[in-house]
Each structure stands twice: as structure tokens, then as C-alpha cells.
């Protein structure tokens, strides 16, 4: 009868390690006992993916043992591997970042551009006088005669008397006054002027209305390429005159209308630099520099973007994948605690019955123990890959994320064409296409730097109109603008200006510092090229490691699935020891946590393989 209840224990124990449930006790076939092992223990299978995702939620809602320390108050938010790639794509904060230095590079180019805009200012001015009265250099007729009786009587009365004042001596000279003679008097030594005239004398009129002008101007000016530049200039006023005598001559003046007081100007200029001088051509001038170096720095900003995408979700993804690991090693844990507790329920029940001794029973302890202990770091090492990943996806720490739906992920294999590969890591890789840029702008610089040790050469060609109502202007505003071309006063100027440096010291030292740019980013783009080519390679050669550590794992798996189906139904027919089962049970579950990562450490490789030809985000978004 002992001997019967020995093997009904063990033969409920060996059920319980197969299947997770107590069964009968009655024979099964070999394959019906293989099959509820693979669906039990296999971590990789979907019902275990399953039981492990109930398994970390029902924890983390009760939060039972050492575990609730770590889960306590924490959200669980399931979450694909799709679904996290894209997150890092959106919310990542590096990536955001670089979003904004994009859009100030491409703000700044902008910028540069606006340099060959038109610039134009228009604007009116208005003055009025304060005063009424309005002096001018003009000649009037006196309008009283000069009294020549009354001056040759004063004269007579001075003869007589002998002097003008006391002790000053009289004499007397002959001068004609406005064409008739008069007796002059001088005093002292006398200097007579022999003519004199009084018919005009200067004169201030006083105006019949405040002095006002109005004026109207527009400017416009166009920079151009190559070192040219148009420019344009209209002015039209409103100056009339406060008197309607308009001086002609010396001695003539004329009557003039005062409303004929409107004028108009128009200037146009021309000026560019000439071949074999500065300033000309395509790299001449700084803002046509500055423009072609912008469009550069924009290009070269969206490839950053591409190097920072790639980089990016290259660290979501491996973050990812070390959390299906984490929750790999923590299913592992729970396995192997759930049958060393039944093993020590039966131990204890054979211990009762002497069939164990203690220090089997001290042994079953210490590896409890141990896997206590392994359990408390898989569900820290679960946390920690969570907080990880929720920090590259600019998530809340406080919420435990949970990898679901990963298997076919996990389990996808991409095709591998080394020419292809080779070709896209050459022709897409983010960071040489940055670092062929940077070459293109160290170029651009030289070319720059080369003009400007040249000698200017400049043409300079402008022509004018003008009217002026010096004497005749023009009615109306109008009347004056349809004249424009019927001025007054024409001027052309056309000219060439040739200055040549000397010395030049400082644009020579920037040539050549320009000339060693252009060397340094030639052979950083050679090293680039040659670190994208190494690091396909590289990736190329983890990948095949990869697989065939896959096709190694999947057969020590298989072997230990093997073993362990032989070791139960030994176990069942008593001729090996629990402690026998224990061990090959901990194989299994170790070659299954080998193969698991072996897939884990694959699909990091494929990553890393597609983001050394920048195709990651593609992937992404596919």
C-alpha cells in the first residue's frame, strides 16, 4: 500500500510539473504528455505569452509578496512593438528637438534669402511757415523821389556857416543823382562818387498767404546676383511762391503765375561688378554665399534629423526588446518558483514518511530561495526595462508598460542582399549624406573666400530727370508726373571703378584657412564612408552570428524538451529522483531562456542591420 501512495504522489507531482494542474493518474501516450508540456512551459509560445500578460496584471492589481514594492500604484499599459516605434517617432524628445533645429535652419535660409528682396520706402513730408512775412533777394522802384530842393538849401547853409558840425572842414564836389546834378558835400578828405542811383532798392513783400511745401517720394531697390544692383527713386512737391515776381537778370523781373509750383524727379541707377573682379559671379557676394550655404545647411539639417531618427528609434527598439527579455527571465522565475513549491510539498509529505532526508529537504530550501531571490530581480530588471523604454517615449514612468502581441516580431527574419545593402548604406546613410554636405559647404566657402582677394571692378550707370519751378513748374501733381520725361535738367553719369588691394593679409589668411576646411571635410567624409561601411558590416556579420545562435538554441531546446519528456516518465515509473527531475526541469526552462534570447538579441541585429543603411524609419512607417 506505501508503495502504491508513493507512486500516485509522484505521479501527481510529475502531472503537475507537465501540465500546471492536477490530473488522473492513469497512463497517457507519450505525445499527449509532450504536447501539455510544450503549451505549459514553452515561453515562447502564445498561450504562455498570454498566461505571463495575466500573470504581471493580476500582481500588479493585488501586488502579492516582494513583488508589490515594485508595482505598487503603477498603471499597466499594454503595448506592440508597432506601436512603440511609432511613439518614439512622435513624442521622442531628443527627435522633437531636432525638429525644432530643423525648423530654425530652414527659418534662417529664409533669411538669407530675403537679402535679394526689393527694398522699397515711399513717404510724404509737409512744412508750413509760421511766419507771414517772407524777405527774398528781389528790387523794387522807390516810391518817394529824393527832395533836391530841401538837400541844396541844407548845403547852401553849411557854405555859409563854413562847417557841417564844429571843427569839421566842408568841400564840395559835383555828383549827379538819378541822371541830374546836385551839390555834393564831403567832409574831411572828401572821396566823391561822381554817380549815384536810387531807383531800385532790395525789398521784403509780405505774402498773402503761410509759407507750405508737400512732397512725395518712393524708393526701390533691387540687389541681384552675380554682384548687381538696380535702383529707382520718384520725388514730386508742392513749393510755391509767396510772391509772383520772379527775378530774370540784374536788372529785369517778370511776372510768373505762383501756382505753377509743382515738380517731379526720377532717377534710375545701374551698378554691377565686372568678370575677373570681387563680388563677381555665383560666390561673389556674401548674400549669394549665404543663400547657397543656407539651402546647404537645411539639406544637411534633414539629414541630421534622419541620423537622430535613426539612432532613436534604433534605442526604442533595443529598449523594447530588453523589455520582452525582462519579461522573459521573470516568466522563467515564476516557472521555476511554482515547481520548486509543489517539489517541496511532495518533499515534505516523503519527508514525513522518511523517503527524504534533510539535507535533500535543505537543498529543495536553498534553490527556493535562491529563485525567491531571482524572481524579486526579474521583477526589478521588468521595471527598470519599463522606466527605459517610457523615458525614450517621453511616457509616464510611473506606468509599467507591457509588451504584448510581439511574437511575430520577434520571430521576423528580413532578406539580406549584401549588394543592395551596400549600395543603400553609400547612397542612404544619414551621416555621410551630412558629412557630403558639409563638404559642399567647406567648397562653397572656398570659392567665396577665392573672390574676395580680387580687385574690385565696378560699373556704375545712372540717369536723371528733373523739373524745377525756378521760374516755370507745373499746375497740378498730375500735370508734372505726365512731364516727367520732359525735364528741365537731364544728367547721365556712366563709369568704371577699379580699386586694387595691397596687402590683403587678412582675406589671404581666410583663403587659406577655407583651403584647409575643404581638405579636413574630404577626409572626414572618407572615414565616415568607411565607419558606415564597417558598421554594415558589422551588422551583417551579427546577424548571421545571430541566426545561427538561434538554430543553436532551437536545437538544445529541442534536446532539453527530449530530455526532460524522458525524465517525466521515468520520474513516473520511479527511476529517477525528484531532485534528477528538478535539474533536467531547470535545463529546459534555461534552454528555453537561451533560445528566447537568442531571438531577443536577432531582432536588435536586424534593427541595428537596417539602421546602418537608414532604413529603419522606413520600416517603421511601412
Known amino acids: 500500500m506505501r508503495t502504491i501512495r508513493r507512486c500516485l504522489i509522484y505521479l501527481t507531482g510529475a502531472v503537475l510539473i507537465v501540465s500546471g494542474q492536477i490530473g488522473s493518474c492513469h497512463a497517457q501516450s507519450a505525445a499527449g504528455a509532450k504536447a501539455r508540456s510544450e503549451s505549459s512551459i514553452n515561453p515562447l509560445s502564445p498561450e504562455s505569452e498570454a498566461r505571463i500578460t495575466d500573470v504581471v496584471r493580476n500582481t500588479a492589481a493585488q501586488g502579492p509578496g516582494g513583488a508589490q514594492p515594485i508595482l505598487a500604484g503603477r498603471n499597466v499599459a499594454p503595448l506592440t512593438y508597432r506601436e512603440a516605434m511609432q511613439l518614439g517617432l512622435r513624442r521622442n524628445p531628443g527627435l522633437q528637438f531636432q525638429k525644432q533645429v530643423s525648423a530654425e535652419t530652414e527659418a534662417l535660409a529664409l533669411a538669407t534669402q530675403a537679402a535679394f528682396d526689393p527694398v522699397t520706402s515711399v513717404g510724404a513730408s509737409y512744412a508750413r511757415g509760421v511766419t507771414r512775412d517772407r524777405p527774398e533777394l528781389i528790387t523794387r522802384t522807390r516810391r518817394q523821389e529824393p527832395d533836391f530842393d530841401a538837400f541844396q538849401k541844407a548845403f547852401e547853409r553849411a557854405l555859409q556857416n563854413g562847417t557841417t558840425t564844429p571843427g569839421q572842414q566842408i568841400s564840395t564836389c559835383n555828383l549827379s543823382v538819378d541822371g541830374q546834378p546836385v551839390a555834393g558835400v564831403a567832409e574831411g578828405n572828401p572821396t566823391c562818387t561822381p554817380t549815384v542811383s536810387s531807383a531800385v532798392e532790395f525789398a521784403s513783400f509780405r505774402g498773402r498767404r503761410p509759407d507750405e511745401t508737400i512732397g512725395?517720394?518712393?524708393?526701390?531697390?533691387?540687389?541681384?546676383?552675380?554682384?548687381?544692383?538696380?535702383?529707382?527713386?520718384?520725388?514730386?512737391?508742392?513749393?510755391?511762391?509767396?510772391?509772383?515776381?520772379?527775378?530774370?537778370?540784374?536788372?529785369?523781373?517778370?511776372?510768373?503765375?505762383?501756382?505753377?509750383?509743382?515738380?517731379?524727379?526720377?532717377?534710375?541707377?545701374?551698378?554691377?561688378?565686372?568678370?575677373?573682379?570681387?563680388?563677381?559671379?555665383p560666390y561673389g557676394t556674401q548674400q549669394a554665399t549665404d543663400v547657397k550655404l543656407g539651402q546647404l545647411r537645411v539639406a544637411r539639417s534633414g539629414f541630421e534629423f534622419g541620423a537622430v531618427t535613426e539612432s532613436t528609434l534604433l534605442a526604442v527598439d533595443n529598449a523594447y526588446w530588453d523589455l520582452v527579455g525582462s519579461l522573459r527571465v521573470l516568466q522563467i522565475a515564476l516557472e521555476q518558483k511554482a515547481i520548486l513549491e509543489q517539489l517541496r510539498k511532495r518533499a515534505q509529505s516523503s519527508?514525513?514518511?522518511?523517503?527524504?532526508?534533510?539535507?535533500?529537504?535543505?537543498?529543495?530550501?536553498?534553490?527556493?530561495?535562491?529563485?525567491?531571490?531571482?524572481?524579486?530581480?526579474?521583477?526589478?530588471?521588468?521595471?527598470?526595462?519599463?522606466?527605459?523604454?517610457?523615458?525614450?517615449?517621453?511616457?509616464?514612468?510611473?506606468?509599467?508598460?507591457?509588451?504584448?502581441?510581439?511574437?511575430?516580431?520577434?520571430?521576423?527574419?528580413?532578406?539580406?542582399?549584401?549588394?543592395?545593402?551596400?549600395?543603400?548604406?553609400?547612397?542612404?546613410?544619414?551621416?555621410?549624406?551630412?558629412?557630403?554636405?558639409?563638404?559642399?559647404?567647406?567648397?562653397?566657402?572656398?570659392?567665396?573666400?577665392?573672390?574676395?582677394?580680387?580687385?574690385?571692378?565696378?560699373?556704375?550707370?545712372?540717369?536723371?530727370?528733373?523739373?524745377?519751378?525756378?521760374?516755370?513748374?507745373?499746375?497740378n501733381f498730375g500735370n508734372s508726373i505726365g512731364n516727367i520725361f520732359n525735364p528741365d535738367v537731364r544728367t547721365a553719369v556712366l563709369g568704371v571703378t577699379v580699386r586694387i588691394p595691397i596687402g590683403n593679409e587678412a582675406l589671404k589668411a581666410a583663403l587659406s584657412q577655407a583651403r584647409v576646411g575643404v581638405m579636413q571635410a574630404r577626409d572626414q567624409l572618407a572615414q565616415t564612408r568607411n565607419q558606415a561601411v564597417q558598421q554594415l558590416t558589422a551588422s551583417i556579420d551579427a546577424l548571421q552570428s545571430a541566426q545561427k545562435q538561434i538554430e543553436i538554441s532551437r536545437v538544445n531546446m529541442n534536446l532539453a524538451e527530449d530530455a526532460f519528456q524522458a525524465a517525466t516518465r521515468r520520474r513516473a515509473l520511479n527511476l529517477v529522483t525528484e531532485f534528477m527531475l528538478l535539474e533536467i526541469q531547470?535545463?529546459?526552462?534555461?534552454?528555453?531562456?537561451?533560445?528566447?534570447?537568442?531571438?531577443?538579441?536577432?531582432?536588435?541585429?536586424?534593427?541595428?542591420?537596417?539602421?546602418?543603411?537608414?532604413?529603419?524609419s522606413a520600416s517603421v512607417n511601412e
Open 351 to 475: 519527508y514525513k514518511l522518511g523517503e527524504v532526508n534533510e539535507y535533500s529537504m535543505n537543498q529543495i530550501d536553498a534553490r527556493l530561495a535562491n529563485t525567491l531571490g531571482r524572481e524579486a530581480l526579474a521583477w526589478n530588471g521588468l521595471a527598470s526595462a519599463s522606466e527605459a523604454l517610457s523615458n525614450l517615449l517621453d511616457g509616464d514612468v510611473q506606468d509599467l508598460l507591457l509588451p504584448v502581441a510581439y511574437q511575430q516580431s520577434l520571430e521576423q527574419a528580413p532578406s539580406v542582399d549584401l549588394n543592395a545593402a551596400m549600395r543603400n548604406a553609400m547612397e542612404r546613410n544619414a551621416d555621410v549624406k551630412r558629412t557630403e554636405a558639409l563638404l559642399e559647404e567647406s567648397r562653397i566657402t572656398l570659392n567665396h573666400r577665392a573672390n574676395d582677394v580680387k580687385p574690385d571692378v565696378l560699373l556704375n550707370a545712372s540717369v536723371s530727370f528733373g523739373q524745377s519751378n525756378s521760374v516755370f513748374g507745373y499746375p
Open 586 to 616: 531547470n535545463d529546459l526552462l534555461q534552454a528555453q531562456l537561451n533560445h528566447a534570447d537568442a531571438l531577443v538579441q536577432y531582432r536588435k541585429n536586424v534593427a541595428r542591420f537596417l539602421a546602418a543603411q537608414n532604413l529603419l
Open 216 to 281: 512725395f517720394f518712393a524708393q526701390a531697390a533691387k540687389p541681384l546676383e552675380y554682384g548687381a544692383s538696380l535702383s529707382l527713386a520718384f520725388q514730386t512737391s508742392y513749393r510755391p511762391r509767396q510772391s509772383p515776381f520772379v527775378t530774370l537778370s540784374a536788372t529785369d523781373f517778370a511776372f510768373v503765375p505762383p501756382n505753377l509750383a509743382y515738380t517731379s524727379t526720377l532717377s534710375m541707377g545701374f551698378a554691377t561688378s565686372l568678370p575677373f573682379g570681387r563680388n563677381f559671379g
